[in-house]
């Protein structure tokens, strides 16, 4: 997965008005959560994620002072750190991470998302092409009320959760 700085900075604007939207964020600390798909190997993903923290904090001052939530989604389990935002910038952040190559279904990584992350107003997936939906309507009520409207999923293309959704 290769981003351009223009396309780090359509994400940023992206989420930016996540953050817009009534109800999301209302001021204080921001809490979001960044999942890693551990399909992909460090080099296919670690620039991309750079580049996105980095139009992040460019962009907006909300994002000086954040509580990240990273998310390892693995094929048996997935296991979420706090994070500084430095540590996903230098890559110290992966220096754990293990590849385990596997087809993974987005409604479970969603429903563990709505169970464990809801504090989060902002959740960035970047996960790679071969996931796929199964059950649409496990999906759809993994995604309601609330996590469509505070989801990207990033892979070789940017898809918010209310596109998902309203697939």
């Known amino acids: 997965m290769e981003l351009t700085e223009i396309d780090a900075l359509q994400i940023a604007k992206r989420v930016n008005a996540i953050l817009h939207v009534p109800g999301n964020y209302q001021g204080g600390n921001l809490e979001m ?3 890693i798909d551990t399909t992909m ?8 994620v750079a580049a996105v923290v980095k139009a992040l904090k460019r962009s907006n001052e909300i994002f000086r002072n954040v509580r990240l939530n990273l998310i390892f989604w693995g094929q048996e389990k997935m296991s979420a750190q706090v ?3 430095a540590m996903l910038m230098t890559g110290t952040a992966f220096t ?8 993974k279904r987005y409604e479970e990584l969603f429903a563990y998302l709505k169970k464990f992350q809801a504090r989060s107003k902002v959740v960035l997936v970047f996960a790679a092409e071969q996931n796929e939906i199964v059950d649409e309507k496990a999906t759809k009520e993994a995604l309601s009320p609330f996590l469509k409207n505070k989801l ?3 892979t070789d293309q940017v898809i918010s959760g209310t596109q998902l959704f309203l697939r």
Do not use: G, N, R
């Open 33 to 35: 959560a960044i999942v």
């Open 41 to 48: 190997k460090p080099e296919d993903f670690q620039d991309a």
């Open 83 to 85: 994070a500084p935002m």
């Open 96 to 103: 754990e991470y293990v590849c385990s190559p596997c087809k």
């Open 152 to 154: 990207l999923l990033i």
